[in-house]
């Protein structure tokens, strides 16, 4: 463990794009050595205690917020909320104000969650304790990213190269997408994007993958079909006509599932639209490992804390 610790040297985390494919080996590592040990001994591991994580979540969110309390208690930190309702901000109070009477407050480590994209980095470079990116946006979500790749890489083998991840839905608003792709492309992974033209612009080639817009294509040799949810909150216009249409196209149901190898898995980042973007019967199938990348998003998140924190602070206790 201490020489996975010694591999990390980041303060933050604040997006996939910038890490080194060594530094995600990392993160899954020590994400599989916290599972393993929670697997045998499922008492909180006494790593972080006496250790204030704060929870900045000022957009909504309950998987990503739950899973990482959970997290940072199963490490025996201690976990403050502040969401924006209950927060200073709703009376004017800036972001950089509230992050920084936390700190004085004395929290060891801030997870942010944010409809601002750069907002993350942007707290980063004011405070002098580790910033977690819980969501920014449409920028990124690298915590999901690395739990999705984990689960990936538990169900295809540990190496993703010249793996088929084929990412269905919309794209354009999508931070998982993006995080995706670059966890991906440095695992050596090929990834192809698919959905409505206008939520898959073309433009996506630069980041090296592919676009196909034929459904059935996209699908087909597909080791990992990736759904996404439609990104209302963030379109400011109407991307295709009604959500019928968008099933009637793009949904993955029985027939369009049957175009995939019989042991291609099924992928949602949640919440699921049942009888949108994916058929309940095909949501609690075999191939779906939904509830798995949910659990992997525990260790993951601890194995992010954790070495955000080790970076920070070398008198962590190691286990």
């Known amino acids: 463990m201490n020489e996975l610790i010694a591999n990390w ?57 739950i899973a990482f309390e959970i997290a940072a208690k199963r490490l025996g930190a201690d976990v403050t909320l502040v969401e924006q309702a209950a927060s200073s901000l709703t009376k004017g109070e800036s972001l950089r104000d509230t992050a920084q009477v936390v700190e004085a407050l004395q929290a060891d480590t801030v997870v942010l969650r944010h409809s601002a994209a750069g907002s993350p980095l942007y707290l980063s470079k004011i405070l002098n304790v580790p910033v977690i990116n819980a969501g920014d ?83 087909a040799d597909a080791d990992v079909v990736m759904l996404l949810r439609i990104q209302h909150e963030r379109q400011t216009s109407t991307h ?46 075999n191939r779906s490992v939904i509830l798995q990348q949910v659990a992997n998003g525990i260790f993951n998140r601890m194995a992010v804390i954790y070495l955000c924190m080790a970076a920070n602070n070398k008198n962590l206790i190691s286990e």
């Not at 604040?14 to 045998?40: G, Q, W, Y």
């Not at 990936?152 to 793996?163: D, F, I, N, P, V």
């Not at 099933?247 to 995939?260: T, V």
């Not at 994916?278 to 949501?283: E, T």
């Open 9 to 65: 040297t980041r303060k933050d985390l604040i997006s996939i794009e910038s890490l080194t494919r060594e530094e995600i080996d990392t993160v899954h590592a020590l994400a599989k050595h916290f599972k393993e040990i929670m697997a045998t001994n499922p008492a909180s591991l006494p790593s972080l205690r006496g250790r204030t994580i704060l929870n900045l979540f000022i957009e909504p969110s309950t998987r990503t917020r």
């Open 240 to 285: 295709f006509p009604s959500l019928g249409e968008y099933k009637s196209l793009y949904g993955l149901n029985q027939e369009r599932a049957s175009w995939l190898k019989p042991d291609a898995i099924i992928m949602h980042p949640g919440p699921v639209n049942r009888g949108v973007e994916l058929d309940s019967s095909l949501a609690d199938s």
């Open 137 to 219: 946006g449409a920028h990124e979500h690298p915590t999901q990213a690395l739990l999705d790749t984990f689960t990936m890489r538990e169900k295809l083998g540990q190496s993703l190269e010249g793996k088929k991840i084929t990412i269905l839905g919309d794209i354009l608003f999508s931070r998982v997408a993006r995080s995706n792709i670059f966890a991906l492309n440095k695992l050596g992974a090929s990834v192809t994007l698919s959905g409505p033209a206008t939520l898959v612009p073309d433009g996506f080639r630069q980041l090296g993958v592919e676009v196909d817009l034929d459904l059935k294509s996209a699908l």
